[in-house]
């Protein structure tokens, strides 16, 4: 335990039953208030998807199977900038999710804390994902699609698209490509969050928070 810990925890140690559960509740509210800011900032700024590998926003499928086939036609930078113009409405939708994710937050009751503090690393952001990927997903959606049709996106997809299918390297009946942007903006904005819990649950005092070093102090 680090010396900014004990520097906060009391000298006996806290077990998790030691916690109130409006202790627990709050922690969590908070680790989520916490890590959902930090993800929106890193994500919702240019470069957020497209310089971060670990979220940046690939082909769909459609395109990714026939892209050498493509790049041998001499559509390579087609197709580059594709994948830039969709990490780029990523960027663009991520801010909108604020407002939501810090009313799901609040509906988090003192019962389910406990529970979630005994997961793993992103237990906390498990049980936001199923309170908010369907709200977040029907919000994100018309945003996305307004920002790829700006961009001239879809055009570039059908096209390239139309080029695999005349070729029968894919099927006409294809994903549109707005939901697969809205997915992957989805999964990325949760795999970071994902990664500030941890964080906060590796070095709670850290975080600035005494009651989070409380909180995430116990299962150390």
Same mark, same amino acid.
């Given at each position: 335990?680090?010396?900014?810990?004990?520097?906060?925890?009391?000298?006996?140690?806290?077990?998790?039953?030691?916690?109130?559960?409006?202790?627990?509740?709050? !922690? +969590?509210?908070? %680790? @989520?208030? /916490? *890590? #959902?800011?930090?993800?929106?900032? &890193?994500?919702?700024?240019?470069?957020?998807?497209?310089?971060?590998?670990?979220?940046?926003? !690939? +082909?769909?499928? %459609? @395109?990714? /199977? *026939? #892209?050498?086939?493509?790049?041998? &036609?001499?559509?390579?930078?087609?197709?580059?900038a594709l994948t830039l113009q969709m990490n780029r409405a990523a960027e663009? %939708?991520?801010?909108?999710?604020?407002?939501?994710?810090?009313?799901?937050?609040?509906?988090?009751?003192?019962?389910?804390?406990?529970?979630?503090?005994?997961?793993?690393?992103?237990?906390?952001?498990q049980f936001f994902v199923e309170k908010t990927r369907a709200p977040l997903?029907?919000?994100?959606?018309?945003?996305v699609k307004q920002v790829l049709g700006q961009l001239g996106v879809v055009?570039?997809?059908?096209?390239?698209?139309?080029?695999?299918?005349?070729?029968?390297?894919?099927?006409?009946?294809?994903?549109?490509?707005?939901?697969?942007?809205?997915?992957?903006?989805?999964?990325?904005?949760?795999?970071?969050?994902?990664?500030?819990?941890?964080?906060?649950?590796?070095?709670?005092?850290?975080?600035?928070?005494?009651?989070?070093?409380?909180?995430?102090?116990?299962?150390?």
């Amino acid at each position: 335990m680090s010396s900014g810990i004990l520097a906060i925890v009391p000298a006996h140690a806290f077990s998790l039953a030691d916690l109130s559960a409006g202790d627990a509740s709050q !922690g +969590l509210k908070l %680790a @989520l208030e /916490k *890590g #959902a800011s930090a993800a929106i900032s &890193l994500l919702g700024v240019e470069g957020g998807f497209m310089g971060n590998d670990k979220v940046r926003i !690939g +082909l769909p499928d %459609a @395109l990714s /199977k *026939g #892209a050498r086939m493509l790049k041998t &036609l001499g559509m390579g930078q087609q197709l580059d900038a594709l994948t830039l113009q969709m990490n780029r409405a990523a960027e663009q %939708a991520v801010p909108l999710a604020q407002k939501a994710l810090v009313q799901s937050i609040q509906t988090m009751s003192v019962q389910d804390a406990k529970g979630i503090l005994k997961g793993g690393d992103t237990a906390v952001t498990q049980f936001f994902v199923e309170k908010t990927r369907a709200p977040l997903s029907a919000e994100f959606l018309p945003q996305v699609k307004q920002v790829l049709g700006q961009l001239g996106v879809v055009e570039q997809f059908n096209a390239l698209a139309g080029k695999l299918s005349s070729m029968g390297l894919v099927s006409k009946d294809k994903a549109l490509l707005e939901n697969h942007v809205t997915g992957k903006t989805l999964d990325g904005l949760y795999f970071m969050i994902g990664e500030e819990e941890k964080k906060i649950r590796q070095n709670p005092a850290q975080a600035g928070s005494a009651l989070l070093s409380k909180v995430f102090g116990t299962l150390r």
